[in-house]
């Protein structure tokens, strides 16, 4: 299978890092889905990545339904989301924690960069990184909880750990006058920790 998307988008890095630690091959395709639509389009009418395309060439979109197909692929010893019951609920909504994160770092770092300057709406930033900064908070506080273990208990790293650590990671280096390591430092050594894993160094962004 393919993947499409450079590993500084956090969502094409969380199924990258989902596809290591799965244990899954895949070939990268980093194409800059701004300067490169067209080759984006052929994938994904949405011109959007991550697109992964399986080697029968169907085309799957959007992180989470990825994910998705990919836990079911993977079977459950090597799922990173449980498939039913209130476990999932819960890292399901620690998970959309994270992508929300994500969300709202990227909108901020989209106004600065799609607008004229005279057009940039410097309170829709602060708006956006307002609600960044509370996903962080959330999570950072799992982190305390977890000390050294995973955001959502469990023995074994799963999603909300994955995307909790590329959310944290994402935004620290889009929004570095946040300070993001000295507001939540126990979500900064979590993402440290993840970071310093084969899974995650490999597809550095
Ligand atoms: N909800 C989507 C978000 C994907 C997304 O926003 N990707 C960005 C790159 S980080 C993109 O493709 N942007 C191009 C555009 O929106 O025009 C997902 O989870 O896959």
Redo the contacts with the bound molecule.
């Keep these: 299978m393919k993947l499409i998307g450079a590993y500084r ?1 956090p ?1 094409v890095r969380r199924v990258a890092v989902s596809l290591n630690l799965m244990g899954m091959a895949y070939e990268h395709d980093p194409i800059p ?2 300067d490169e639509q067209d080759a984006v389009r052929k994938y994904n009418p949405l ?4 697109t992964l395309v399986l080697d029968d060439g169907e085309s799957l979109l ?3 339904a990825i994910l998705d197909t990919l836990d079911d692929m993977a079977g459950p010893e090597k799922r990173l989301l449980p498939a039913n019951g209130p476990e999932r609920r819960a890292l399901l909504k620690l998970t959309a924690i994270a ?1 929300g994160t994500m969300d709202k770092a ?1 909108w901020a770092v989209y106004e600065g960069r799609f607008h004229p300057k005279e057009k940039i709406h410097r309170p829709w930033i602060e708006h956006n990184e307002e609600q960044a900064c509370g996903g962080l908070g959330f999570l950072n506080d799992c982190a305390k909880e977890a000390n050294d273990g995973w955001l959502g208990g469990g023995n074994r790293i799963g999603q909300a750990d994955v995307s909790g650590a590329i959310a944290y990671a994402f935004t620290n280096m889009a929004r570095p006058k946040l300070e993001l390591a000295e507001k939540f430092p126990a979500l900064a050594a979590f993402s440290a920790r993840c970071e310093a894993m084969d899974a995650f160094s490999s597809v550095a962004p």
């Design positions: 988008s969502y889905v701004f011109v959007r990545i991550p959007e992180s989470y992508t990227i």
